[in-house]
């Protein structure tokens, strides 16, 4: 399990380089595009790559925060739960959760593919997007390794539990 987290952790922190570096650039596009506006020269298509940087930032992130558990979580109920019990239900989260993230890698691939043998391309810039496409699909699929990893160790180890 130790060479699975490692390699969790090397793709993740990779794709979130990705995802801080989509973020400077899609600030950059931004306030540029508003200062050239000032000047009655805006960008054309920046609404197009804000949208696909910002597909790119989402997705990227995925991974990155569930290895360091900084998704939104609300335990009202689960904190207050015994020890046994805890470990159960945080175990189906992470399953459900890991189903959903698979399933929809899957279905955006597909629609990556289908983009592809159209040779889709975007209004504006007329630029081919299916890589954004398949993007946003490593991120789900790299948030589904993060999960296994996380209902694996659930399971096996009791990792995750809470100590209070």
Avoid: C
């Avoid at 209004?123 to 790299?142: D, M």
């Amino acid at each position: 399990m130790n060479a699975l987290e490692k390699l969790n952790r090397i793709l993740t922190g990779v794709l979130a380089i990705f995802a801080g570096v989509s973020v400077i650039a899609l600030m950059l596009l931004a306030a540029g595009n508003v200062i050239m506006r000032l000047f009655g020269f805006p960008y054309s298509g920046t609404y197009e790559m804000v949208g696909f940087l910002g597909a790119i930032v989402a997705a990227f992130a995925l991974g990155y925060t569930q290895v360091k558990k900084e998704h939104v979580m609300v335990d009202l109920f689960s904190r207050k739960y015994p020890p046994l019990l805890k470990r159960f239900v945080d175990a189906a989260s992470y399953l459900l959760v890991m189903a959903f993230s698979s399933l929809a890698a899957y279905a955006i691939f597909e629609s990556g593919r289908v983009l592809k043998r159209k040779e889709e391309v975007s209004e504006t810039l007329k630029i081919i997007y299916y890589p954004f496409v398949y993007a946003v699909a490593l991120g789900f699929a790299v948030m589904a390794i993060s999960l296994l990893i996380d209902f694996l160790g659930t399971i096996f180890w009791g990792e995750g539990e809470d100590s209070s």
